[in-house]
């Protein structure tokens, strides 16, 4: 069995309708392999106790599993075989992810000149990384090109004269075509990126793609190597990806008719969805694997194409489950309605519950209680009545100020959407592997916060 297929379980349903049942926090499926139960209620991951990152690196602070993410990013390569599997550095970047994932094989999936530069210079090779962006700078493109990344893929008609003028006189780049195959699929309306009308990609529907396509093959300096898109994001089931194959073969089939030429490469995108509580469905990765190759193999051979080299980008499925968040409880406060339990992070460092409503399920830790569980609604800090990071979960109802809780499914599209709201300051990353824990990123301080406005 692989991470990828780990099965679901279920709970019984005593809770109010829509939240976990109230024995689901002992339910350890959704949290890393590596975790363990120690003694008064703590847990210990990657052979380090929880209570213990807590005491050295202070609340809030992230780990990550260093054995997970290198076990997930095995299980992909070992599902897709004769593919390149590019992490999305967008779910989360730092200097050890990217040693980790270039150690295992995998390529470089960045939107950015910093994610770029922050990649290479770790010693990352510029080959192995592909360029995206709906609206790439000009500076994102110079260091591209500066530095030699293996793709760049087209999302728009106005960067194709752009790309094209900055290409050195005398090289070529390496580009893909962003289509959008007009196909909804992800778990949220603001995260569903493969249909129509919205900013990524060029249209099949009205022949932005062909027309996009046959610009580029006009171009001297840029080489068209083949096709991409994406769908969305956390993604649970896998015929929208099976839909996608037969629309891009079709594009391609097109392609060869009208210009001549047979794309050799077929990205895409990532978007495979994982469970952030415990029943929840996610993504088989084997199953994917094994059904796309299938469908791209059946759908060249009957429009007469060579099969071209698959491309995939997971990002979500590598890092969010290595990942753990770990907060201090403030204040309980009860009124008529509900128990909000306040903790010493929130939207800063997770805007997701804000943005589109994710569900975790936190978890008290450091000490075992013997209270009832109840219902509570976990808060952040901030200044915003939306700032909920977990609503109608479980928690002992003894909780106190003090308490610590755990989050887990915490690795990815928390710290990379951070922000500095209320200047509290961006907590750090720790790496755990093997009993030993060290720091990757530190916290955010209020020398960073004076450093930076130099203006009186």
Known sequence: MTLADIPATSGHATAPVGAPPLDAPDDLTVWPHSTTRLAHGDLAVGGVPLTEIAERFGTPAYLLDEAEVRERCRTYLHAFPETDVLYAAKAFLCRAMAHWVEEEGLGLDVCSA????LAVTTGFPASRIVLHGNAKSPDDLRSALRLGVGRIVIDSASEIARLAAAVPPGSRQKVLVRVVPGIAAGGHSKIQTGTEDQKFGLSITDGSAQH????????PGLELVGLHCHLGSQITTDKPYLCAVRRLVGLMAR???????????????GGHGIAYRP?????????LARKVRAELAESCAAAGLAVPRLIVEPGRAIAGPAGIALYRVLSVKRTSDRTFVAVDGGMSDNPRPALYGVR???????RRSTAAPVPVTVVGRHCEAGDVLASDIPLPSDTHP??????PVAGAYH?????????????PVIAVSDGHARLLVRRESLEDFRSRDVGL
């Open 415 to 427: 710290l990379s959407m951070a922000s500095g709201y209320n200047l509290v300051g961006r907590p």
């Open 114 to 117: 910093g994610e770029l530069e």
């Open 402 to 407: 003090g308490d610590l809780l755990a989050v």
């Open 360 to 366: 975790y399920l936190p978890r008290l830790i450091g």
């Open 279 to 287: 029943g929840e469905d996610a993504l088989a990765i084997t199953t």
């Open 212 to 219: 996009a396509i046959a610009r580029i093959l006009d171009q």
């Open 255 to 269: 392609i060869k008719d009208h210009h001549g030429i047979t794309l050799p490469e077929l990205d895409l995108g």
